[in-house]
């Protein structure tokens, strides 16, 4: 079981920034798929994006894609979500996760390992 922390949440206002980082343990990053999803309530887990161990990045194109970049720094084992010109649709708590080597990045299915969440809420 990979534990993995997530922090950077917080109540901004719509068009704000904030960057999420996500710490996992040593050499984590460099082997697993690493991917961040989200979660509003009622809503069903989203993808949001995914940083493979080799370095290509998925995102969710309809929702996020221009405004989220995410990114990695092996050396600290620490996944990076930085979101841009935020939206109150954005409101949800955001997981990072952790998945095998080749399984599909954007379904939840694949991950195995979680974080608690942290939550970020936008207002109008």
């Known amino acids: 079981q990979v534990q993995l922390v997530e922090s950077g949440g917080g109540l901004v206002q719509a068009g704000d920034s904030l960057r999420l980082s996500c710490a996992a343990p040593?050499?984590?990053?460099?082997?697993?798929?690493m991917g961040w999803f989200r979660q509003a309530p009622g809503k069903e887990r989203e993808f949001v994006a995914a940083v493979s161990r080799s370095g290509p990045v998925t995102y969710n194109a309809d929702s996020v894609q221009g405004r989220f970049t995410i990114s990695k720094d092996n050396a600290k084992s620490t996944v990076y979500l930085q979101m841009n010109n935020l939206k109150p649709e954005d409101t949800a708590v955001y997981y990072c996760?952790?998945?095998?080597?080749?399984?599909?990045?954007?379904?939840?299915?694949?991950?195995?390992?979680w974080g608690q969440g942290t939550q970020v809420t936008v207002s109008s």
């Open positions: 996760a952790a998945a095998q080597p080749g399984a599909p990045a954007k379904l939840p299915t694949s991950y195995n390992n």
């Open positions: 040593p050499r984590t990053v460099m082997w697993y798929t």
